[in-house]
Structure formats: C-alpha cells, structure tokens
C-alpha cells in the first residue's frame, strides 16, 4: 500500500525558512515523480515543484523559482521541499504526491495528507 | 500558462441524479486532462486521467469525455459519498495548472 507521510509544517515569520518532509513506502521510490502540490486556505490547488524518479530533473512553479528547492533522499526514502524566503501567500496545506511516472508529475496517483506552513508575523 | 476554467463553481444536486461539470482550457491541449476529487479537510484523490480513463478502483458512475479544450466530467447516479469539490487539471504542459474547483453540494 503506498503511503505518504507529510511533516515539517508550521508558523514561520515572513522572510523565513523552512524545511518540509514527505516520507513515502509500499513503492520503489525511485522509480516514480514526485510533486509538492499546495492549497492556500479555502482556495484550490496549486502546482509547486516536481523532481524526478532519479533526482535529476527539477521543475517548478514560477511563483516559487529561486526560493524553494525541491530534492529525494533515496537511502530515507524521503521527498524534501525547502522553503526560503518565505512569504503571506506561501500560506498553504502542502501535499506530496507521488506520479505513475518517472520524469513527469503529469498526473498524480496518490497523496499525502498534507502539512499546514503558516507565514504570519 | 494554460488556464483552466471549470463551470459550474457550485452545484446542488440530489442522490441518483446525473452531474456534469465542465472544464475549458484556455488553448487546445489534445485529451491532456486529469480529474479529482477532494473532500472537507482531506487530500485529493484522482479519478480520471487522459480525459476519459478511470483510475483503478474508481467507481464506474464516473465518466469523463472531450479534446481540445472542452471537457467534462460526468456521475451518472450520484451517491452521498459523492459530495465533495472536484477539480480539472491540465497534463499538456508545464505548469501544470488546475480548475477552480466545482463543490457538489446536497439539495
């Protein structure tokens, strides 16, 4: 069973950094894409960064290109987004999802819970 | 940016009625369409890839069909379990963008 596990949310001040965690199990993880996908309260969803099956290829959001910083630690088995330079509309329950493929995040299979970062002063 | 735009934003609907919502996609994007499905404090789950293919294990009162840049995505006899917000997105190419977002509500 493939699961998604979020975690590394919470209040940061704007301008501030954080680090969110996504473990994942019951796949190769290596095999598949991964993406961070994020939804600001009440609103919809919103495609932040997606990285290869192998680690290589990188893309991102353009609201996000140059702060944040999406990277897989194979021997964990854990996605990582780094958030810098955070922002008020950075504000968001962020999911994981894994991609029935190994380049692309054009389609999404399964999620994660998500983790709530909240950038307020 | 290819932009998604789903109508209607809401709908009320009782059980066992047939739903459709629609989704435009601001330029042509082939049948390079996804659909999902998210419930009140939880994630999305994925029902329908390719514009017309069904996830294994979704329901089969679930349909979507279109190309080009008209879609739609079809529940035949809607069931409680159905109430939920459901959401375009496109495959065609990066960013991938999603719909609004199209909340079916209880009549």
């Known amino acids: 069973e493939v699961q998604l596990l979020e975690s590394g949310g919470g209040l940061v001040q704007p301008g501030g950094s954080l680090r969110l965690s996504c473990a994942a199990s019951g796949f190769t993880f290596t095999t598949y894409a991964m993406s961070w996908v994020r939804q600001a309260p009440g609103k919809g969803l919103e495609w932040v960064s997606t990285?290869?099956?192998?680690?290589?290829?990188?893309y991102y959001a353009d609201s996000v290109k140059g702060r944040f910083t999406i990277s897989r630690d194979i021997s964990k088995n854990t996605l990582y987004l780094q958030m810098n330079s955070l922002r008020a509309e950075d504000t968001a329950v962020y999911y994981c999802?894994?991609?029935?493929?190994?380049?692309?995040?054009?389609?999404?299979?399964?999620w994660g819970q998500g983790t709530l970062v909240t950038v307020s002063s | 940016d290819i932009e998604m735009t789903q109508s209607p934003l809401s709908l009320s609907a009782s059980v066992g009625d047939r739903v459709t919502i629609t989704c435009r996609a601001s330029q042509s994007i082939s049948n390079f369409v996804n659909w999902y499905q998210q419930k009140p404090g939880k994630a999305p789950n994925f029902l329908i890839y390719?514009?017309?293919s069904l996830e294994s294990g979704v329901p089969s009162r679930f349909s979507g069909s279109g190309s080009g840049t008209d879609f739609t995505l079809t529940i035949s006899s809607l069931q409680p379990e159905d109430f939920a917000t459901y959401y375009c997105q496109q495959s065609h190419s990066i960013p991938w963008t999603f719909g609004q977002g199209t909340k079916v509500e209880i009549k």
């Open positions: 990285i290869s099956g192998g680690g290589t290829s990188t």
């Open positions: 999802a894994k991609a029935p493929y190994y380049d692309s995040g054009k389609r999404l299979d399964y």
């Open positions: 390719a514009a017309s």
